[in-house]
């Protein structure tokens, strides 16, 4: 008996974690797929029907035009911003500085980061209200910055910083023998990035670019802060199902909207896991 309790001790504490996981996670999601297949407290597929209607699947584009065009601009700035911070010293003031800053940025979301842009570049922004004064150009224009355009521009800022994180352990996993080997037998740069580097990091870069997908997919506080009209992404016709006073009785409408995006979560997510494995083969 206390062999047994031995060999459990270490499992114990894992304990406080799948507890966690199963109120937070698994508990929510259960209630998800149930609720989608739900009408009037009988089963019933009209909520599943209701995913194919004109709204939910332009919506449902919108949210991926929106979240692969932040998570690409977002992987490639961060991408060059997390290989010149390699390039320095370890333990320099540099990639210190960089890598406290991307912490913090990366989760400074939600209404705070949507009155910073509006306070910035909105009506009366002050880089808006600059733009007037010295330049005669209205960077406001029609309003851009409450639309699609504008969250394009807001998630990139947490993009930015957040792909800092994920791929900088990439990069540090490149080894200096192989630039010296691949130099020592006469590569240039460009095929020593060409041949060499680039196939070993694409996997990683493809990998933090969907986990970058995943994460403006489902972000919801910023856009509820910044757009007051209309449900342009997912997130918010989820909301206006949930919410709206004018069209009563959707809320089994907004569980099967919440399937759809775990749905895309899923598949966004495990595709990232495949990619992972395969990057850790050789950058450990």
């Known amino acids: 008996m206390s062999r047994r309790v031995r060999r459990l001790a270490p499992a114990l504490g894992l304990v406080p974690f799948f507890g966690y996981l199963t109120i937070f996670l698994l508990i929510p999601t259960g ?17 599943i029907r209701a995913l194919g209607d004109e709204v939910v699947l332009r919506t449902l584009w919108h949210s991926v035009v929106l979240s692969a065009e932040s998570a690409v601009v977002g992987a490639v700035l961060g991408g060059l911003l997390a290989y010149a911070v390699v390039t320095g010293r370890p333990d320099g003031l540099l990639r210190r500085s960089v890598t406290s800053a991307c912490g913090v940025l990366a989760q400074f979301g939600g209404v705070t980061l949507a009155f910073a842009f509006i306070a910035t570049l909105g009506f009366s922004g002050v880089v808006t209200e600059a733009g007037r004064d010295l330049l005669g150009i209205d960077l406001f224009g029609s309003g851009w910055l409450f639309g699609l355009k504008g969250l394009t521009l807001v998630y990139t800022y947490f993009q930015i910083p957040l792909m800092v994180i994920v791929f900088l352990p990439s990069l540090d996993g490149m080894r200096v023998q192989w630039r010296e080997a691949a130099e020592s037998l006469g590569a240039s740069t460009w095929q020593f990035w060409r041949y060499i580097a680039g196939p070993l990091l694409l996997p990683a870069f493809l990998g933090s670019t969907l986990l970058l997908f995943a994460n403006a997919f489902a972000a919801y506080a910023t856009a509820a802060a910044l757009v007051s009209q209309g449900s342009p992404i997912l997130p918010l016709l989820i909301r206006n199902a949930l919410t709206s006073e004018i069209v009563l009785g959707q809320s089994h409408l907004a569980f099967a909207l919440a399937l759809d995006m775990i749905v895309v979560v899923v598949i966004v997510m495990t595709l990232y896991a495949l990619l992972l494995r395969r990057t850790s083969r050789w950058l450990r």
């Open 31 to 47: 209630a998800v797929v149930v609720g989608a297949f739900v009408e009037q407290d009988r089963a019933s597929l009209s909520n």
